[in-house]
């Protein structure tokens, strides 16, 4: 089974620019959650979808935001770049709950490292 | 608020040795799910190790295992007979609904051969 995939690997922007991230999340898993890591700050929770809606958002700006598509691949997106937004974007995929699986645990992807200059 | 804090930024340890992890928590949730995660140079957290929260037996897996202490919101990595593969930042997390996790800022481990 393929594991999670986010695209792409690495990504450099301008101060201003807008940028979208994608993740395709494990055969079969619906809900996908996105993280922020960097030095400062560490992992930090960015937002969580199941099913297409949005059930859990972190402490995040507007400018932030995500969506979930019908087969469960996920995108997200950063609107008027800034220095700080330079960071390693995870996304991680569960089953969810109601699909019968009692296990929740969390399988990440590599991440894309987006470069804001 | 729910918090994760790991005070060693660093340790190291000689391939074949054991090693302890430090994490506690605080949080005012009773039903909640702790982690360990790996992440080697390659970017990738993998995960470690799972514990529940309402589980009083501590988890283990292979050579990793937990000291669990609810009462005291402490959390505990051992990895026995380090290998040089095990050298990565290891993260403790905490998670209680959706998937919303809540990491410390990391441990760097160095097995040294």
């Known amino acids: 089974k393929a594991g999670v995939t986010q695209t792409p690997r690495y990504l450099i922007k301008t101060r201003g620019q807008q940028v979208t991230l994608s993740c395709s999340p494990i055969s079969g898993h619906r809900s996908v959650s996105w993280y922020q890591q960097t030095p400062g700050q560490g992992l930090q929770f960015l937002f969580e979808?199941?099913?297409?809606?949005?059930?859990n958002k972190g402490n995040f700006p507007g400018r932030f935001s995500g969506r979930q598509f019908s087969n469960s691949r996920s995108e997200m997106n950063v609107s008027t770049l800034e220095l700080g937004d330079s960071a390693l974007y995870l996304c991680a995929s569960s089953a969810g709950p109601g699909t019968g699986a009692t296990n929740e645990k969390l399988f990440f992807g590599s991440g894309t490292q987006l470069s804001v200059l | 608020a729910q918090t994760v804090t790991q005070s060693q930024p660093e340790m190291s340890v000689q391939e074949a040795e054991t090693v302890t992890l430090s994490c506690t928590y605080d949080t005012s949730e009773s039903n909640y799910y702790l982690f360990w995660y790996k992440q080697p140079p390659s970017r990738q957290m993998i995960l470690v190790i799972r514990q529940e929260a309402y589980k009083q037996q501590n988890a283990t897996e292979n050579r990793f295992s937990v000291n669990f202490q609810k009462a005291a919101k402490s959390f505990s990595l051992k990895i026995s007979d380090s290998q040089l593969g095990d050298t990565a930042m290891y993260f403790c997390a905490f998670e209680w609904g959706h998937n919303d996790m809540r990491f410390g800022a990391g441990t760097r481990l160095t097995v040294k051969p």
């Open positions: 979808y199941f099913s297409e809606t949005q059930r």
